[in-house]
């Protein structure tokens, strides 16, 4: 967009370099007398021109200035992965980035994906989904009238899968620990957004850290200064998702207990057979 005063009867505009003795020309449209729009014209190499308006009598006015620099590039995601149901955030870096328009995948190129926000080095985005049956995907850079290739892909992973919570009473607070079972995701306490639920009233529960055990992951957040000990159910959401999450059965709060409990029982057997292995071998030597 080009701004000044008295464009009504700009036809063109007119683009040239310092040291060359050719111009560029591009249509004008969506005049308004102030301000009007035009195509910069592409270029063989780096560098600042001069811009002015052409009027019908072949005089062009203004000094206005594009600086042309290298196309945009990048060399790195993270994180890698996303969820089948899309919208997880991903950050780009590379460089000249503030130039791209949009990102598409190419499992999903009529899907243009716009930057959240973008600088010269990173850029954030929101995955789109994908179908049943897609691991992976490429990544491509919108700019202007070129796509771009990213030499990185992104690997599409089964939505998180939450099994169970349990609520525990701090102070004024309540402690909620969300059970979820390990995967390639590696998600992040910052994205989730999470509510205790409880008569129809909605708690925001603040998260605070993860942990690993057991092929579980454990999310833990804090709901401060709420009268109530337990809630009836959760709302978490990730991406553009929401899951509504109860608690525990007794069922599945004996299968989670033994199933937490045999497997140190089991490791320890194995290392004692494998001591007595070792002995019985020695011994044998011996003899």
């Known amino acids: 967009m080009l701004s000044g005063h008295n464009l009504s009867d700009v036809t063109r505009v007119r683009i040239q370099a310092d040291m060359d003795c050719t111009t560029q020309e591009s249509p004008v449209w969506n005049n ?81 994906q716009l930057p959240r926000d973008s600088n010269y080095q990173n850029l954030t985005y929101d995955t789109p989904a994908a179908e049943e049956g897609i691991s992976s995907s490429s990544v491509f850079l919108k700019v202007a009238n070129e796509t771009l290739a990213c030499p990185t892909t992104i690997t599409y992973y089964p939505d998180p899968e939450f099994t ?89 709060r004996v299968i989670l207990t033994l199933r937490m409990c045999l497997i140190p029982c089991v490791i320890a057997a194995l290392v004692i057979v494998c001591r007595w292995q070792k002995k019985l071998t020695a011994d044998t030597n011996k003899l």
């Open 164 to 252: 169970s919570f349990t609520c525990t009473r701090t102070g004024d607070d309540v402690l909620i620990t969300i059970q979820k079972r390990a995967d390639k995701l590696e998600m992040s306490p910052a994205e989730l957004s999470v509510w205790g639920v409880e008569e129809g009233k909605q708690y925001l529960c603040i998260m605070e850290a993860k942990e690993t055990s057991n092929e579980i992951d454990f999310f833990i957040c804090v709901i401060q200064r709420t009268p109530n000990a337990t809630f009836q159910h959760l709302k978490i959401r990730y991406g553009d998702k929401t899951v509504t999450l109860g608690p525990p059965s007794l069922f599945q």
């Open 32 to 112: 308004t007398g102030v301000n009007l729009t035009f195509h910069i014209p592409s270029a063989d190499k780096k560098g600042t021109v001069k811009v002015c308006v052409l009027l019908p009598d072949g005089s062009c006015h203004g000094k206005a200035k594009i600086t042309y620099r290298s196309s945009p590039s990048c060399t790195d995601i993270a994180p890698s992965s996303t969820w089948m149901s899309g919208k997880r955030k991903i950050t780009l870096r590379g460089s000249h980035l503030e130039f791209v328009e949009g990102v598409m995948h190419s499992h999903a190129l009529q899907e243009v």
